[in-house]
């Protein structure tokens, strides 16, 4: 029964998530659109591009090739935030080599020197072929951005890309969105802490393994929270100091390090659950794991920046499986022996 009540409390509080998200717009446009002047592109390709009537057509037969046309954002400022839209589709569009090969409308901030593309910088990246969809991205312009540019291109791929009802406006956080995201992050938080709870008061020894158990959570609850520029910042630090202090670690390094992070985090979540615990609560443990997993992903509806992926769900699970059955596997093999206590 207790159980029982922990999966039906995370049902609802999945299916409210849910259905706010789908119900508050987190920011609302103010102002004109911000977008004047005429479109940019080098003069060599201009007969990979069309515009007819406000409707912007990029085409590319050559791999190698970048197509792109642009506009500059005639003025702004610092910790302005702006919401870039616009409808788009695509037509045999075959990505290139890197995931960012692919048809994509961007908004770049320059700060004198270079490019950010450390910074968010894309409304989407579409590929294949698609019919006519609307898509939106916010981004804030940072203290030392010194130009800013609106960008359509096919980044070293081919296909057919079209774009129609381009728009920039300011944009401000929807105050009623700020109440429910409160509300939202706030409940899943307790959820969280229940689930963790149920886990600390079923064994009232083993003090140094609650300890891990809280760490381990406590690491997954931050990986989740991160704004992802927060997110993005932190991993490109960490990987540039352990490539900086050590070639070993360089080539070591996973491609994508908060991922593997998350894998581990749950792997020891789920590993020192079962040690805590002196009898077989196998499905418990598998369940409380499904419903963090499934939780932290749901929160990002509500995260800035951030939003639920089914395959770090599946990551999540399988570093907590993975844990699950280590640990499993050595206390068989130490009962086995004679020599576990």
Known sequence: ?????????????????????????????????????????????????????????????????????RKALPSFKPGTVLMLSADMMCKNVIPGEQPWNKARLLLVQNDGKKNRWDLPHGVAAIDGTSHWDSYRGIFVIETE????????????????FNIKNIRLHSAIKNPVYLWVQKGILTAWAVFGLFLLGSFITLNQHRTALKILLILSFAMIIIGTTLPKDIKTRVSSRISDQLSENSMVLEQLLPKNLPKTGHFLFFAAFAGVSVLILKKDFFLTILANLLMIAGGTELAQFFVNGRGPLVSDFLIDAAGGLLGMGLVIFFRNVKLHDGSWH
């Not at 977008?35 to 912007?56: A, C, E, P, V």
């Not at 010194?146 to 359509?152: L, Y």
Request: aromatic share 10%; with cysteine.
């Open 145 to 160: 951005t010194q130009k800013v540019w609106i960008t359509a291109q096919l980044s070293q791929c081919t296909g057919t």
């Open 1 to 69: 029964m207790y159980c029982k009540n922990k999966i039906v409390f995370f049902i609802v509080l999945s299916i409210v998530t849910i259905v706010c998200h789908a119900c508050f717009e987190q920011y609302i446009k103010t102002g004109p659109d911000l977008l004047s002047g005429k479109w940019q592109h080098d003069t060599f390709q201009k007969n990979n591009i069309k515009i007819i009537d406000g409707r912007i057509t990029l085409y590319s037969e050559k791999p190698s090739q970048n197509i792109a046309i």
